[in-house]
């Protein structure tokens, strides 16, 4: 396949919006090929979007969407000659992700969170969503071994068990959620900050975070820590934020890459001492950012109407039901985490809300270097991603910023700076901040560029970047953005103009970590104890089986792993 | 004859519990003996009389046939009714019910799971307020006090208590059944009473008032209550409150108790309430005990493929839910269904006398291991390999964990994902070939 | 009248066509008083009836029920009584069902009889 003539931006070869051809052979970036040609004449082309944070499988999502038939009555399709029938609008049947992802210019999305002990779940609903490649983040920051290595300064038995359990989930990463509060949740308390002790296993949630960040480069794994703050949501919680980075600057990494990402950087950067002197501190977090090169973030942008909020931060989702009355569902998982699901409507009157919002996109504005902040919205915590074209388009305008900020609590402008940002961003910084930077963040060599040897995943919008005043212009863009007119995914096209020609199923990724046997002969009897006496299943039927996974992408990690690999 | 073979730590798929530390042994291609099972899930491992091949009604008999033939005219009847009902899933296995699930979009059916005449209710309580839980490894090891309520896990679900439950021993509950108040509320004496501190029975049909007296015990407010009520008396209402407060980690075990009786899913949005509230004093969680092996599992499975979790009418081409119109009872006494397809559940047993009718006044088709009342009701019998025994596959248990299936012994017969395949190339061939004539 | 799991009818419930099933579920426990004030001994059967139907079962004195109660293992016989009405829920009431008891000579049916004639 030949698509002829698009204005490409291909941030990770350094190719920023030049006119010119690019090749497809059996689903990979070629230097040339023949076959069909698409004509893309002066028309925006970028690689296929890549998600790195997004709550798109598993018993918490399925819980959201148990708990709230309203949601599924909303967007519904019908089933089609392609398609299967589409629900949802915070939280879509599988159907409806991989189709509205496409229809997007999406092709890989990663699961944020899933536990070991559900990570079947997980991958039973990862196999259903079509045509996106995926993988998941595996929760570690509450797990009683964890915390047990931690407290012994055991780091390689810590490494073994983080290979085990990447292996055992069929996972790709280390998340850290609220590190020691889940555990607390056990019993209906809080950790309130990075020193304090998790009550019965003598460990902080700092000690973990940095145990968990070690074992992760020992492991050079593809992607570093993926880490949701202690005290996420909650007024002034920006001091723990930046407490929480200091304590990783000092860590190497083992590839080309952060040491720490911060998930929905959003929540946790917030002033004032309550919600009534709430405000926003995204300019020390940026700062931070800007003066550091250890850490990266996604924004977490928050829209107004309706999300469900979903996290693996109980205490938090149990503070959300207090607030809003609104029903919830909590989940706490034996041994390894607590979750909860509360629904939520965010509304630009209410000045908490419009707080919010503002500091997502000056996080995003005020970071000078578009690699180390990811477009997100948290999906759905923030607001569904179908809503990415509304945060991109307001990343890219002023004006649009400023209509926007104009309708909203007139306190807004004393509690944010985010009117004084004349910032604007470009082409090159949104295919960086939904291509190229989440690829590279991740891990992934071959996604989110279009460099020979690269998955042929591609978007073309219908949209002429050379004569379109993206500033001006927004509500074009964000219609152009909102429905591309090719995905290419794997050298298929998978929609045009919104339309889903094909369904082929997504890979999925996890990461295969190598460890010395000796000490996956240490670790071996915490487990055999842990299962004997305290799971409530047997060790043998723990681990997820491959048939969750018919197509499976294994990525090599490990201690063996020589020299580092770098990433695209 | 076969050498003996020992299959460890194999999972029982008879009830919600999911036991998977059941020790099979195989010899000849038959289970001699599943040690560590109660009586139920022995009863199920070790197998009794099954139907032995396909049947279709010919002059009002059933009369057997090829695999093939049951296929076809499965398809024939499903394409010729204009809102087919397929019903069951409880015991089967995920992959089935995705199968299933796809054929209910094909030939447009209403597809509803057991769940509707068991805790149905509790999902849409759950609708309402959310359900505050855990896994049952959580109960276990940090449970001080268990309430179970309108439920008898020591007839249902043996396992529980020693597994999960109230003599479970785990980090922080180390003295078991001795460390634990147990609170049993049931409008009669159980066997599972009869393991309580403290036995609260109340008058049928009044859980609502109960629970309600409690939360606004729990709220401080029990001065405004009546001296007695649903058949309490007030100071062993405070006492219960008192006890609930006063726990470390709490836990609520629900059964139909609540979701049978008069308030039906109020009776579970008050209790999710309740227990949503004890939050603000301690850590407390909710569980419904749920009673087939998998009928958690089809509501997963239809959740993440629908939005819904049973009751999901697929007629309009996009998933529609609306219990009490969707629901297989509903369409069945409304006669609002004109063919059912009935898996791993036995319909006319379970539905009341008059629903039951209904079906019997419409083709059916059952797919199922055993013969049942629903075989006597049904035009095409198709006998299936067993989910769990003879069939691998995912189930999940009573607090929503995904957990995989052991195949046990071999089988001659196709497994239920089989032979709703089957189903679905015959309607796929019919449909081409009813459009051929048309053309 | 409730009903419900018990043992029993659990252990033979996918066995439904067999004695054993019909020995665990064709039962009605009733209180050890009524059981008394009807009459009853243990091998004779009572009948109930209300507006959906009735049904002849086994009587079996039960000392955790209290009086007024009736409790039967849920199955084919129990559901005779149970109306078909959910109350918008999808879910019929399968207790706290009224039913008249008495004491009866009348066979019990077993689960062939109970489906005869039942097809159209």
């Known amino acids: 396949m030949i698509i002829r003539g698009g204005i490409v931006y291909d941030p990770s070869n350094g190719i920023f919006g030049e006119e010119m051809d690019l090749f497809i052979d059996r689903g990979k970036m070629v230097e040339e090929a023949r076959g069909e040609e698409i004509d893309a004449s002066g028309l925006l082309v970028m690689p296929g979007g890549v ?455 997504g890979r999925a990724f996890w990461v295969d970590a190598a460890v010395p046997q000796a000490d996956t002969d240490r670790l071996m009897p915490d487990l055999q104890e842990k299962f004997a006496k305290y799971y409530s299943i047997q060790l043998s039927n723990y681990a997820v089986q491959d048939a969750y996974l018919p197509h499976a992408n294994v990525i090599r990690a490990g201690l063996s792993i020589e020299p580092l690999q770098e990433v695209a | 004859m076969s050498e003996a073979t020992i299959i460890k730590d194999a999972i029982c798929s008879f009830c919600g519990c999911l036991c998977d530390d059941i020790i099979v042994e195989v010899e000849g291609g038959k289970v001699q003996r ?73 030939v447009g059916a209403v597809i509803d799971s057991t769940a509707t005449v068991c805790h149905g209710p509790s999902v849409i309580g759950i609708e309402e307020k959310g359900l505050p839980g855990a896994t049952l490894g959580q109960v276990k090891n940090r449970a001080d006090t268990i309430i179970f309520w309108g439920c008898n896990p020591a007839e249902a679900h043996p396992r529980h208590f020693r597994r999960y439950s109230s003599n479970s021993i785990g980090r922080f509950t180390p003295q078991g059944r001795e460390g634990r108040k147990i609170i049993v509320v049931d409008v009669r004496a159980t066997r599972t009473s009869r393991n309580a501190d403290k036995f609260v029975r109340i008058d049928p049909g009044c859980d609502y008032e109960v629970i309600s007296a409690l939360r606004m015990l729990v709220a401080g407010k029990g001065d405004i209550l009546p001296e007695r009520v649903g058949g309490v008396l007030k100071a062993d209402l405070a006492e219960l409150a008192a006890m609930l407060k006063a726990a470390r980690f709490g836990a609520l075990f629900f059964g139909l108790g609540l979701t049978h009786s008069r308030g039906r899913y109020k009776n579970i949005d008050n209790a999710l309430s309740l227990v949503a509230e004890l939050n603000q004093h301690t850590k407390f969680v909710v569980l419904p005990m749920r009673g087939h092996y998998n009928v958690g599992g089809i509501g997963q499975t239809l959740a993440w493929s629908s939005g819904y979790p049973m009751s999901v009418d697929f007629t309009r081409g996009m998933p529609y839910f609306n219990p009490g119109e969707t629901a297989a009872c509903d369409l069945l006494a409304r006669k609002d269904t004109d063919a059912a397809l009935i898996i791993a559940a036995d319909a006319a047993s379970n539905f009341p006398r008059a629903t039951a009718e209904a079906l019997a006044n419409i083709p059916v088709i059952q797919i199922d291991p055993y013969e049942n009342p629903t075989t006597l009701l049904s035009d095409v019998v198709i006998p299936c390999a067993i989910a769990g025994v003879e069939v691998e596959g995912t189930a999940y248990r009573m607090d929503g964990l995904a957990l995989r299936l052991r195949k046990m012994v071999d089988s001659s017969l196709p497994s239920d994902e089989e032979i709703l395949m089957g189903i679905l190339q015959s309607v796929r061939k019919q449909r081409q070939m009813m459009a051929n004539e048309g053309a | 009248m409730i009903t419900g799991r018990t043992l029993a009818q659990g252990a033979e419930c996918e066995n439904k066509m067999s004695p054993g099933f019909f020995r665990a579920v064709a039962l009605c426990h009733i209180s050890e008083t009524d059981f008394k004030s009807l009459e009853l001994t243990e091998g004779r059967n009572v009948l109930l009836k209300n507006e959906c139907g009735q049904v002849v079962l086994a009587a079996k004195a039960d000392s955790g029920l209290p009086e007024n109660i009736v409790f039967l293992p849920m199955g084919p016989w129990a559901n005779v009584l149970v109306g078909r009405e959910t109350g918008g829920c999808g879910t019929p009431h399968f207790k706290g069902v009224k039913v008249e008891v008495a004491a009866t000579d009348l066979p019990v049916s077993d689960i062939r009889e109970l489906f005869t004639n039942m097809r159209r």
Not at chain 1, 414 to 433: F, S
Not at chain 2, 69 to 91: C, F, T, V
Request: aromatic share 8%; charged share 20%; proline share 6%.
């Open chain 1, 51 to 505: 998600d790195a944070h997004a709550h798109i499988a598993g018993k918490k999502v399925n819980t959201g969407r148990i708990m709230r038939p309203d949601d599924s009555r909303l967007g519904t399709e019908p089933r089609n000659g392609v398609c299967r029938p589409s629900t949802g609008y915070t939280v879509p049947n599988c159907y409806a992700m991989g189709y509205r992802y496409a229809r997007m210019g999406y092709t890989t999305a990663f699961e944020a969170a899933t536990p070991i002990l559900e990570a079947r779940h997980t991958h039973e609903e990862l196999q259903e969503i079509p045509i996106i490649d995926k993988g998941a983040l595996t929760l570690f920051g509450n797990n009683w071994q964890v915390m047990e290595c931690v407290r012994d300064k055991d780091l390689s038995k810590l490494a073994a068990y983080v290979a085990w359990g990447l292996r055992s989930a069929r996972g790709y990463g280390v998340k850290i959620v609220n590190p020691g509060g889940g555990e607390s949740w056990g019993f209906g308390t809080n950790v309130k900050s990075v020193n304090d002790p998790v009550p019965n296993f003598d460990v902080t949630p700092a000690e973990i975070i940095r145990g968990l960040a070690q074992a992760n480069e020992l492991l050079h794994l593809p992607h570093s820590i993926h880490l949701h703050f202690n005290n996420l949501g909650k007024p002034g919680n920006y001091t723990t934020a930046i407490e929480t980075l200091d304590l990783l600057k000092d860590i190497k990494p083992s590839r080309m890459r952060q040491v720490v990402h911060v998930a929905h950087m959003q929540f946790s950067a917030y002033g004032g001492t309550g919600w009534r002197d709430f405000e926003s501190k995204a300019p020390v977090i940026a700062d931070y950012f800007n003066s550091h090169n250890h850490a990266t973030m996604d924004m977490g942008q928050l829209l107004f109407g309706s999300a469900t909020t979903m996290t693996a931060d109980a205490p938090l989702e149990y503070g959300n039901a207090r607030l809003t009355h609104n029903k919830w569902s909590n989940h706490d998982i034996e041994l390894e985490e607590s979750s909860g699901v509360v629904p939520m409507i965010y509304s630009r009157k209410m000045l908490v809300n419009a707080v919010q919002w503002a500091v997502g996109l000056e996080l995003a504005l005020l970071v000078d270097d578009p690699w180390k902040v990811l477009m997100t919205t948290d999906h759905p915590n923030g607001s569904p991603f179908v809503n990415y074209p509304e945060v991109v388009t307001l990343l890219m305008s002023k004006p649009k910023r400023d209509a926007e900020m104009a309708s909203m609590h007139e306190q807004l402008q004393k509690r944010t700076g985010l009117g004084e940002i004349q910032r604007e961003l470009d082409w090159a910084d949104i295919a960086i901040m939904t291509r190229a930077a989440p690829a590279r963040i991740l891990g992934l060599p071959d996604k989110g560029h279009l460099g020979p040897g690269a998955d042929a995943d591609i978007t073309i919008y219908n949209l002429k970047p050379e004569e379109l005043d993206t500033s001006q212009d927004h509500s074009l863009v964000k219609k152009a953005i909102s429905t591309a007119m090719y995905t290419i995914k794997g050298g298929v096209v998978v929609s045009k103009d919104g339309k889903i020609l094909c369904t082929p199923p």
């Open chain 2, 34 to 106: 599943a040690r560590h099972a109660c009586p139920l899930g022995s009863s199920k491992i070790m197998g009794h009389g099954r139907i032995e091949s396909p049947m279709i009604r010919k002059d009002g008999e059933l009369v057997e046939s090829s695999f093939q033939e049951a296929y076809d005219r499965s398809a024939q009847i499903l394409l010729q009714a204009n809102k087919p009902l397929m019903y069951g899933w409880a015991s089967t296995s995920c992959e089935a019910a995705e199968k299933g699930i796809l054929l209910a979009e094909e």
